[in-house]
C-alpha cells in the first residue's frame, strides 16, 4: 500500500522511530531510529502574536487559545494536525504561523475542498494580508505566489496530466530508440519523472484533511508525493475520523512516517479490529486512546469548544417524530422493506447490495417528511421572525421541499407578508454560486429559509451563526460525524442565541428511529478516538447492526431509548 517512508540520512536506510524528546536546552526534538543514529529537529524561536494587533477587516486580535495553537504547531516543528472542534477558528490556527513565520514557511500551498476555495483565499487576504494564487486548471502554471490555493480534486488531475506527459514522452524515447511499446527505456535514455509541485514550496497546508482518510485513494497518494517533498506541514480538521480510528493513518503517516511507517502495523499496534468475511479486516476504534493521544500528543492537538469557549450556545437536540402522510407512503415504505429482508435473507446478497436497500428506506422516508417539514417551516415563519436552515440528503427531497415552501411564502406574501424564496446551497453550485448563496442568506433579511446539502453546508461553511440559531435534519447521515459538522455552524462563537435549537425529523416505525439509537453508539465510538476517552469498541458496525434490527423489529414502531 503507497506510504511515505522515513529514510535516516545518515545510512540512507529504511528506519522507524524507536522513540524521541524535546530538549529545552537545545531547542530541538531528539529522535532515536531503529537504525540506531539520531536525528535533531530544531524548534524555532517563539514570536510574539500577541502583539500582532488587528488583522484586516477584523475587528479582534486571535484569541489566547488560537495563540496556543500557533506555539503548539511551532514546538511541532511545523508538522502537525489540528483536531479541534469546528468552530474554534482553525483556519486562523493554521495561517498565524505562516503570518509570524513568512520568511521560513513561504511560499505556501494550501489545499482545500473544491466548494472552499474562494472562502479560504478570503482568510489569507484577511489574516496574511497577501493575494493568493489560485489554481483553476490542471493546464495553469504556478506563479512566484506567497500562497497558493489548490484543490484535492485538482491535485489529481494535475497528477494525471504530468503522467500523461511522462508517458508520452517515453513513448517518443522508445520511437528513437527503436523499441517496442512496452520494452524498457535503458536508464541512461530515460526521462526524468517531472512533479510541478517538487522543491516549490515550504509549506503544505491540508484543510480539511479527512479528504484524504480513505489511504488507498488516488486522492491520498497524490496528496502523499507532494508531502514527501515539503518540509513544513498543517493539517486541520475537526473530523479527521469519520467511520473508524484506521481513517488516522493516512494523516499520521504523512506528518510522522518515522513513527507511523506501514498501515498494517499501525492497525495491529493501536486499534481494535477483528478479521470479518472473505479475511478482510474489520476496525473499529482506538484500544488505548488515553496511550495514543500520550504518544501524538507532540504533533496533535484537538480542544473542544466547551475547552475554550466557554460562552458558547447550548444545543438543544429535538426529536419530532411524523407519521406516514399518506397510505401510498406506507405501502412504498412497506415494499422496500420486504425487497431489504429478500435482500437480507438472501446468503448471496452483497453486503452493497444490502445497503442500497437500506438506503431505499432512507430515501422513502426522507420523501414522506417532505410535507411535515414544510407545515413546520411555514408555523416558524409565521411565529418568528428568525432563519432557519433544513439539512437534506436526495436531491428530489429538497426540490420537493423548495417547491412547496416557496408555495406557502407566496401565499403568506399575498397577506401583506415580505419574504424571499428558498435559497437553495447543493453540490451542483460552483463555489462562486455557493459563496453568493451564503452572503445572501445571511445578509438579506428577506431570506428567512436556507435548503442544503448536508455535507455541501457541513464542512466549511461559516456565518450562519451571525444570522440563525434554528436548523432542521430532515433526512439522517450514516455517519454522526457529518451531522456534527452541520451542527457545529450554529454552535460557535459569535452565535445570535444562548441555545441552538435542531430539529431531527422521525418518521415513526422506520429505519429512523431505529438508526437515531445506534447513531449515539458510533458517535461514541469516534470521539474516543479523538479525545482519548477510554470506551469499549463493539466489534459489529453500525450499519451490520442496523440491518439485524430492521430485519428483527423494522416493520414495528420501536420507542427511542
Sequence with gaps: MPKLISICPRCNKKAHEVSHQISKYAKGRIITLSCGHNLFEKILDKKAWEELGTFRGKKKSPRPYQGEAYEFARESGFRCLI????????TIETLLPLRLHGDILYP????????LKRQYAGEVFTWLDVIPDIIESSDNDFA????????????????ARCEKEYDKECDDIRKELGLGQYQRIPEESAPLKKSPFAGRFQTLILDECQQIRNQSSKRAQCVREIAKDIPHILASSGTPIQNHAGEYFTILNILRPEMFYDYKAYVYNYCDWYEGSMGKMKIGGLRDPIGFKEKTKDFIIRRTKEEVLKDLPKLDRKFVECDFQNQKMKDAYAAAHEEFLEAYNDES??????LAKMSKLRHISGLNKVPFCAEFITDFLNDTNKKIVVFTHHLDVADMLTKLIDYEIRQMNAEESDLADCLVYSADKNSDQRENIKQDFIKNPRRRVLIGATKSIGEGVDGLQDVCEDFIMLERQWNPKVEEQCEARFVRSGSVAQSVSGNYLLTTGTIDEFFTNLLEI??????SALDGKEIEFGEQNLMKELADILARKGSKAWKLI
Design 83 to 90: 483536531a479541534d472542534d469546528p468552530g474554534i477558528g482553525k
Design 108 to 115: 505556501c500551498l494550501i489545499v482545500v475542498k473544491s466548494a
Design 144 to 159: 512566484a505566489s506567497e500562497v497558493t490555493i489548490i484543490t484535492y480534486d485538482m491535485l489529481n488531475r494535475i497528477k
Design 349 to 354: 446478497s452483497e453486503a452493497t447490495h444490502i
Design 522 to 527: 458510533k458517535r461514541a465510538n469516534v470521539n
